[in-house]
Every structure is written in C-alpha cells, then in structure tokens.
C-alpha cells in the first residue's frame, strides 16, 4: 500500500466525528451499523448457537469479537495527533494475523523482537525494511535469521551486543537504546534494557572502532506509561546522543519513540511529544514509534461461559452471595491481569434460561445498588491464584450457563495465555469492521 492512498484516507469525512469522543464505538456511523450493534450481532449469534447441556468440549470456549474498524480509527488517531511518528506496530502486543494484515495495507512498520514474530511479518508479505527487530539482546541464531533475510534495522544497548553484532551482522542499521525514567509506567522496561546515559559515549566510541553502522537512538517510555513527561525527557536524552554521535564521526538520521501510549491519554501524550520533537529533533531526522497496546485494546472484546456457581450464605443474616467460575482466567487470556497489571471488568452478556441478552445495556454493567447481588470470579484452574475479580455487584441473578463478556481486551491477553492444566489456549476470533475504509483495504464483504 502506497502512502498515498492512506493520505486519501485520512481525508473521510466521517473521522472527525470520531474523535469529537473518546469513546469513539458509541458514535453511529451513517446511522446503519454502529460498532457496538456490529459487535453485539456477532457476540448474539455465537452465544446463541451454544447449548451447554448438550454442547461437545470446547464448542463453549471463550472467544473473542474483534472490531478491526476500531484498529483502523486509531491508525488515523494516530496520524492526526502524531503526523510525524511512523508507526511501527509492536507484534508481540497482539499477533492476530487479521491485525497485521490491516496494518500492512495502512502502510505502518512492524517490530519485532523473535524469529517467530520476525517470520510472521515476512509471511505476511511485508517488506524486511518495514521491520524493526527490537531487541537489544539478542539470540545468535537469530540475529543470523534476520541477516539473511535482509531485516536490516536492530536495537542494541551494551558492549556485548555489539560485538555479536560485528561478528554476525556487521551490516545491520544500529539504534542505540537509552535508558529512560519509566515509573509512571504500568510495565516498567528499563531495569532489563536500555544503556544508562553515561554509558552511550563508550557504546558510540567502540561502534565506531568495530566498524558499525549506528542510525539512530530509540527509547521506550515504559507499557502503559502515564506521564507525557517521560517522552519530553526521552527525546531530550536522545538529543544529548544524536550530538554525541556525531562527536564520533557518525551521522544519525532516525529517532525511535517506541511504545507505551494508551487510548486513554494519547492526545496529552501526542502533544507533548510532539513539542518535544519540534524542539529538539530538526526536520530532517525521521522518526518512527512502537505503539503495541494503543492499536489493539480497545478493538477487542472476549466472551466468557459460566461453568460453575458456588453459592454461599451468611450465617447471620442469610444473605446469599456466589462465586463464579469462567472456562477462561489467569493462566489464559486474563494473563493480562499478572502480566499486565489490568484490572478487566465484567459485564453480564446473555442470562437465563430463555437467553436473554444484555450487551451493552445499561442494566448488564456492574451495580451501584444495595439490593444487588455480590460476586466473585475466578477462572477454570485448581490454582487459587486464578481469580479474575474479588467483589462485583450485579443486578442480574448468574448462573452456569450463563455468559459474561469484558471489553478492551485486545492488549496482552491472548498472546500471553497458556495451556495450564489441561485448559484450551485456543481462542476462536470473529472478526467485525465498522470501518468501511478498512473493509474496503482486507477486501471483506
Ligand atoms: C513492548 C514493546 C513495545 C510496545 O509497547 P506498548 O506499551 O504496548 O506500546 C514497543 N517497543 C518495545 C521495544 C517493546 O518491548
């Protein structure tokens, strides 16, 4: 896809509206088919096909809905507020093939950080220049891959790693990662990567010494960062190594922003980095970003089965709360909750014996009242840990069979599950798309 026909994009005039609202899936579009309705129809259909007294194993797995309509409105966010960054989309966040292939069609980049994600990309019919292997240390047979497969561009941060580099891959184009202050994060990064400031002088000298090509610096503020301080920070740092690069007969032309924006606070964020960039990065460097969780989060949407119901009773009072159990938790696609510090909530999707079905209604979110009733809930496995909510409150009496679904779930959820205990890794995705413009790029009907 040419940059040409993204700018034509950008151009719908449907986008603006979009972002007249955060929450841009609750705008109509063209009165016909809003996202949400689209999401609702496919969530409906699937639960609705399920008869868990005479289903076979696995027929009631969760599942994902995802809206790639949804990924296509934050590309354009992104080239709105951010019109100098190209994205290079970071694999590891969501691998969904559908994804990857929308990206590429909008002409983004792609970082990757293994062979497997580095073969991926390539298998999708992208272009090793759109790659970036982001990984400042790496494995040998590895780096050996991406030599061979001409994916040129690749971080570093130590001594080490440069000498691997110089051994396996002396014509790699070479970031030099820095260090950055990442305690507003939710991830933190940079107590495992990236080279403190007063190590870069060094780095830049035996760069040189082996003969490498170093093209730029690259920064990552840190998953899930919060304060848009950090970026005017990082690029200023990385100005002090752009100047100390050329100190040392290198000329640098490409600035990494790497990732760590959210849906929540990208315009604060975009507009402070790009300040920072005008103030400290002249035109002619060219600089590209990281986004992973911004693209993807809010695109999707889990459904979850109720296999179980324990229900205990307050001696005292004889009140009655219950636990729920999910065929999906901790050791699978709610990893996000240990691995990304989330916090999902859950929303009630079909009840009853009679099906009936509440997405999106305002009655299925949690309650407020003090005749609701309290739930926990836990996922599939024998392990205590695996407890997806302590204390909820719904309206709605819960039983087996029943189904629940979560939102904004597209960010370090399936890409991270396992197979624990005998528990299905696998995840059925159906895919959406409120977007014609993307429709029209994925040729989908
Ligand atoms: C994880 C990661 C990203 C993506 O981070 P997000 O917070 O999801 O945007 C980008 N770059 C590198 C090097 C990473 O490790």
Known sequence: ???????????????DRYFENSKSSYIELNGVNTPKQLIGNALKERVQNIDHDICEP???????????????????????????????????????????????????????????????????????SRIIYAQPCKTNSYVRYAANQGVKQMTFDNTDELHKIKKLYPGAELYLRICTDDSSSLCRLSMKFGAAMDTTEELLSLAKELGLNVVGVSFHVGSGASDPLAFMNAVRDARTVFDQAADHGFSLHTLDV??????ETFEDMAAVLSAALDNYMPSHINVIGEPGRYYVSSAFTIACHIIAR??????????????????????????SIIFDHQNPIAHVLQTGANQRFHYNALSSQQSHHNESTEYSIWGPTCDGIDRIAESVRFDHTLDMGDWLYFEDMGAYTKCSATRFNGFSDAHDV????????????????
């Open 258 to 263: 790497g990732g760590g924006f959210c849906s």
């Open 58 to 128: 696995g027929d009631e797995d969760t599942f994902f809905v995802a809206d790639l309509g949804e990924v296509y409105r934050q590309h354009m966010r992104w080239k709105l507020n951010l019109p100098r960054v190209k994205p290079f989309y970071a694999v590891k966040c969501n691998p969904d093939p559908q994804v990857i292939r929308l990206l590429s069609e909008l002409g983004t980049g792609f970082d990757c950080a293994s062979k497997a994600e580095i073969e991926m990309v390539l298998k999708a019919g992208i272009d090793p």
């Open 430 to 445: 159906v895919y959406v798309c409120s977007e014609p413009g993307a429709k029209a790029l994925l040729g989908m009907k």
């Open 1 to 15: 896809m040419s940059s040409s026909a993204t700018e034509t994009l950008v151009t719908t005039p449907t986008l």
């Open 310 to 335: 324990r229900t205990i009773t307050l001696p005292e009072t004889g009140i009655k709360s219950y636990m729920l159990y999910l065929n999906d938790g901790l050791y699978g696609n709610f990893s």
